[in-house]
């Protein structure tokens, strides 16, 4: 289980749920069909590449491609070659569900842990699958793709063993997301706010969306600092949310600030 022992990193655990449905190839790469070859014959040079490993950065997603090497245990070297793919990772950049793969709800279980009993999976099950969806509540983070069952026989360790899934937690080292702004400006005067990303891995490009309450945007969308136009505001306050991509979706990825907008005084001062 290469593919999730590289997810670990630490601090946060959040225990592994998970959904396994009946496998499907994905962008045409199948597990233990495909190879490195075949990989960038669909997709092009990928992103960072070693012999273990090849890694897609895409604005949805971002693919881990494990590949089989000599060292792989109880790999059959005369059936799978070095380079043949051995499994994929992939990690939603964006919000995707569960019900938009289709699956019954009614179909997830709970897989126990075996100590403590309380750390496990929920999830749709099918024991000849080769795909593990990681879920939060209903929401996608991970999607794990496997052999087939009618292909593992050929590298028995690519198999995907539920227990350990169920005994494994996961843990994430998240990134702090803020966002700074003046406490208080006049109508017709301009704003900025700037997001800050600290204490995580983050990643080799974050990306920043923002949106405002009131107000107009005037420069800097796409970029950690925004400049806001207030001319025309309406309200009181403008409250300026960033939603930064390229983290761990695991982890909390928007935040907000608000300045409030004072009314220009229009009265004479005495004489």
Request: with cysteine.
């Amino acid at each position: 289980m290469r593919a999730i022992r590289n997810s670990i990193l630490s601090c946060c655990c959040l225990i592994l749920m998970s959904l396994i449905v009946p496998a499907e190839p994905w962008r045409g790469i199948v597990p233990l069909r495909s190879t490195s070859n075949d990989v960038e014959r669909r997709l092009g040079k990928p992103t960072e590449a070693t012999d273990k490993l090849l890694t897609y950065r895409f604005s949805s997603e971002t693919a881990f491609i494990h590949l089989i090497t000599k060292d792989t245990p109880g790999a059959d070297l005369k059936l799978l070659p070095t380079g043949t793919v051995a499994d994929i990772e992939l990690v939603q950049n964006g919000t995707m569900y569960v019900s938009d793969l289709g699956l019954d709800e009614n179909k997830i279980v709970f897989i126990k842990g075996s100590n403590p009993s309380y750390i496990g999976f929920r999830g749709y099950v099918d024991k000849d699958a080769g795909l593990v969806v990681q879920t939060s509540g209903r929401q996608i983070q991970r999607i794990f793709y496997f052999a087939s069952a009618k292909d593992r026989s050929r590298c028995p360790s690519c198999s995907v063993d539920l227990q350990s899934l169920a005994d494994m937690p996961i843990c994430v080292l998240c990134p702090t997301v803020a966002v700074s702004c003046p406490e208080e400006i006049k109508v017709g005067e301009r704003a900025m706010f700037t997001a800050s990303v600290t204490s995580g891995p983050g990643s080799p490009k974050e990306t920043f969306n923002w949106t405002v309450t009131d107000g107009k945007i005037v420069y800097g969308q796409g970029t950690p600092s925004i400049t806001v136009d207030t001319t025309d505001v309406k309200s009181g306050t403008i409250t300026a949310t960033v939603d930064v991509g390229g983290i761990d979706p695991a982890c909390s990825h928007t935040a907000s600030c608000s300045t409030q907008v004072a009314k220009r005084s229009t009265e004479r001062p005495p004489n």
